[in-house]
């Protein structure tokens, strides 16, 4: 059964600070990895992506992949209180396979 | 372009009673994916539907069950329902990409169904 694992938090940092996002998964053939943010009562929405080992910047937001320590992590910089939300973890195979989510990390940002 | 649209958004059943939920994705897409959401077990994945047949499925009795019609609408199917199976129902699409499918899925809003 291939995992994938987050601290369910809740991760709270105050206004204007980086937010580190941490994620682990278990299948070292798993190719793409995404971001996925969920609002209290919304439904998730893809943020960020990446393939490559490395660091990926959009915006606010860094995505870095260590495939051979098989985490993924999401930075938030400069946090705002509007960035408060649930970041889900999605990985996948390539070709059709499935995308496997962690359980989530709540973040709160506090003014 | 329209998003991806369940019917119905909430709904309240009996135990043993059975559900079925339905899902229309954006226009274009062939994949959809079925979720069950609750506060203790995050997002768990029920099945996969691609041009009108299961590609992948999760770790679900048979009680659920799934099927894509031709316009690439899904319904899915719980039957013989438990108190359980309480939870938020998300469907979600993506696009075919390359030889296989994007990692992207847009969701809808949810079919929120309670068992009593």
């Known amino acids: 059964q291939k995992e994938v694992e987050q601290n369910s938090g809740p991760l709270s940092v105050p206004e204007g600070a980086i937010a580190s996002l941490n994620c682990t998964y278990s299948?070292?053939?798993?190719?793409?990895f995404f971001w996925y943010r969920q609002y209290s009562g919304k439904s998730p929405e893809l943020i960020m992506f990446?393939?490559?080992?490395g660091d990926k910047e959009d915006g606010r937001f860094t995505a870095q992949l260590n495939k051979a320590s098989q985490y993924v992590s999401l930075l938030i910089r400069d946090s705002q209180p509007s960035d408060s939300a649930t970041y889900l973890c999605?990985?996948?195979?390539?070709?059709?396979?499935?995308?496997?989510f962690g359980t989530g990390t709540r973040l709160l940002v506090s003014p | 372009k329209a998003g991806v649209t369940q019917t119905p958004r909430y709904l309240i059943k009996t135990r043993g009673q059975q559900v079925t939920l339905s899902c229309s994705p954006i226009?274009?897409?062939?994949?959809v994916s079925w979720y069950q959401q609750t506060p203790g077990q995050g997002l768990q994945f029920l099945f996969e539907?691609?041009?009108?047949?299961?590609?992948n499925k999760g770790n679900f009795p048979g009680r659920f069950s799934g099927r894509q019609f031709s316009n690439s609408r899904s319904e899915m199917n719980v039957s013989t329902l438990e108190l359980g199976d309480s939870a938020l129902y998300l469907c979600?699409?993506?696009?075919?990409?390359?030889?296989?499918?994007?990692?992207?899925?847009?969701f809808g809003e949810g079919s929120r169904l309670t068992v009593l």
């Open positions: 979600a699409s993506r696009r075919t990409q390359g030889q296989g499918l994007s990692g992207e899925l847009f």
């Open positions: 299948d070292r053939g798993s190719q793409s």
């Open positions: 990446i393939y490559s080992n």
């Open positions: 999605a990985v996948k195979d390539g070709g059709f396979q499935k995308l496997v």
């Open positions: 226009s274009g897409h062939r994949s």
């Open positions: 539907y691609f041009s009108e047949t299961q590609r």
